[in-house]
């Protein structure tokens, strides 16, 4: 296979296991991560989007109590032993890789490892490196809507302390998308957003008639769907 | 950038702009036969209005040079004798007393200075009868603020206030460009043109100060350089104005070196008629623009 197959078989298993997992938090038992290994074809493509996938597979378990069980995480062990997670980014793209990966790391050591490993957890860099300046909030915005996966509870850390702070900024981003008609963007904002309210944090609008919004017209793509469905759980919707 | 730059920024973008109203007035003239009934009120009566607007905010600040000052006194002087110096707003509104065009055109003469005491007479009736032709409410607020203006007629400013989008404060995504234009006008008229920050209420003054940016951002991203003149007026027109450097300056580089100021992305094509027709309103929201921010900047404001 040439590079390019290989990104659209990584894409297409990517978006079969979201599915997954947003099944998973529509009520429709566990994410079944074994069971995806096994009718995998190519162990390898699927462990790539197990890595991918990272810290919402994690999703069901901290917004729907609908937990991993021993060998699912062992499979997101695995994908990381095989995958190993970014370490020293010098891109904009590595730098967004490394905090995903670390927050998935961070979840399985949290639960699953017997003793949390410190130097795996340890945040990659400052908040600001990935983020940018508040002050030019368009940019900031897209690169918190690039780190959606963090916007779950437990994973906390600097890139959500610094999101927490700005409850401005990211609703401004959030409108800006939906304004532009990034939907894309806008599911992924509205998941923070959806996060903040969850964490008590007094924001300058209503989270759920944004992620309504935003929802009835993202379409079908399920990784965008999951970011909803995390947000819809968060601010307590009962169907997602 | 510091307030320096943006007051000088401020300055030749509403100067150039007064100038190029002046320099083609005669373009928006009224057609030599022109009587109470217009036609098409917006062909040259809503235009002549609107320059009248501009000049009159002009004298109103008294931030500008003799020189402007002189510009806009007789750009308030020539408009003023387009209306048969108040007599064929007095004749339309006699003859359709319902209408609130005449009012809203002559406040911006009264504030300069040019009264008509016929039309007053009848507008205080108008005003006491208290029926007029159903209008969204943040043209009520414009019929409001010219009753201030001219000083007939009592409002009740926060239910008027309550009834406009704006003072709902709706989800600032649940907006579009129509309605953008329904925000600048309410902050105008609550505001009177930034003479009264204070009359914007401290719930939708919060409203606009968090969503302003947002908004300047997504329509200058369109080329919407009408509806971004008007939101650059709004920030100027809050309680601790909004002058962001680096939008005041994207706005004056559009202007032409004629000083006309474009009103979207597209060319500029046609002749100096049509370009008078499609870009005068864009030019006289730089004149405003421009003129209210200096002016606040000057008394200390920003």
Redesign the interface.
């Known amino acids: 296979m040439n590079p390019a197959e290989v990104r659209v078989r990584l894409a297409d298993a990517a978006t079969a296991l979201a599915g997954r997992v947003l099944d998973a938090l529509r009520g429709a038992g566990a994410v079944g991560l074994v069971d995806y290994m096994d009718a995998c074809p190519d162990e390898a493509t699927a462990l790539g989007a197990v890595r991918l996938l990272g810290a919402d597979l994690f999703a069901p378990q901290l917004v729907a109590d609908r937990l991993l069980d021993a060998r699912e995480a062992a499979v997101v062990a695995e994908s990381f032993g095989t995958y190993p997670p970014v370490i020293g980014a010098s891109s904009e793209e590595q730098r967004v890789a490394a905090w995903r990966d670390w927050a998935a790391v961070r979840l399985l050591a949290l639960f699953y490892g017997p003793e949390p490993d410190a130097a795996g957890v340890a945040p990659p860099d400052n908040a600001a490196a990935v983020l940018g300046r508040v002050e030019q ?2 940019l900031w915005s897209a690169a918190v809507a690039r780190l959606s996966p963090l916007a779950l509870p437990e994973v906390g850390g600097p890139v959500v302390a610094a999101v927490v702070a700005e409850p ?1 900024a990211l ?2 981003g ?3 998308a ?3 008609r990034d939907y894309p963007t806008a599911a992924r904002l509205a998941r923070w957003t959806a996060l903040l309210a969850h964490l008590g944090v007094e924001l ?3 989270p759920a ?2 992620v309504e ?1 935003v929802r009835l017209r993202v379409g079908a793509e399920p990784r965008l769907l999951l970011d909803l469905a995390v947000a819809r759980l968060l601010l307590g919707s009962e169907a997602v | 950038m510091t307030g320096s730059s943006v007051a000088r920024i401020a300055h030749d973008l509403s100067t150039a702009a007064l100038d190029w109203l002046h320099a083609n007035r005669e373009r928006g003239a009224f057609p030599a036969d022109t009587g109470a009934d217009l036609g098409d009120p917006d062909s040259a009566y809503k235009p002549l209005g609107e320059t009248a607007l501009a000049a009159s905010l002009v004298l109103r600040e008294g931030a500008a040079g003799s020189a402007q000052l002189r510009t806009a006194r007789e750009l308030v002087d020539f408009t003023w004798q387009q209306m048969r110096e108040g007599a064929l707003l007095y004749e339309r509104q006699l003859r359709y007393p319902l209408l609130t065009d005449p009012l809203e055109t002559y406040a911006h003469f009264a504030r300069s200075g040019h009264r008509h005491d016929e039309l007053e007479e009848l507008l205080t009736h108008c005003a006491a009868v208290g029926s007029m032709v159903e209008v969204v409410p943040n043209r009520r607020l414009a019929v409001a603020n010219a009753h201030r203006t001219v000083g007939v007629g009592a409002d009740d400013w926060p239910s008027l206030t309550r009834a406009t989008w704006l003072g709902q404060t709706p ?5 579009d460009w129509m309605t953008g234009y329904s925000v600048t006008h309410t902050v105008f008229h609550l505001t009177d043109w930034g003479a009264r920050p204070d009359g914007l209420p401290a719930d939708m003054t919060a409203y606009v100060t ?2 302003l ?3 300047i ?2 329509w200058s ?1 369109v080329g919407q350089w009408d509806l971004v003149g008007e939101l650059l007026i709004v920030g100027v027109c809050l309680p601790r104005p909004r002058l962001d450097a680096a939008e005041w300056a994207r706005l004056a580089a559009l202007q032409h070196a004629d000083g006309m100021v474009p009103r979207d992305g597209e060319p500029v094509t046609g002749s100096p008629d049509q370009r008078f027709l499609n870009h005068q309103h864009t030019t006289v929201v730089a004149t405003v623009a421009g003129t209210l921010a200096l002016s606040r900047l000057l008394n200390g404001a920003a």
Do not use: N, Y
């Open positions: 909030w368009p401005l609703t401004r959030a409108s800006r939906v304004l532009r300058p609008l209503d008639p944004l919004h | 989800p600032p995504w649940a907006i968090d969503w940016p947002v908004w951002d997504i991203e």
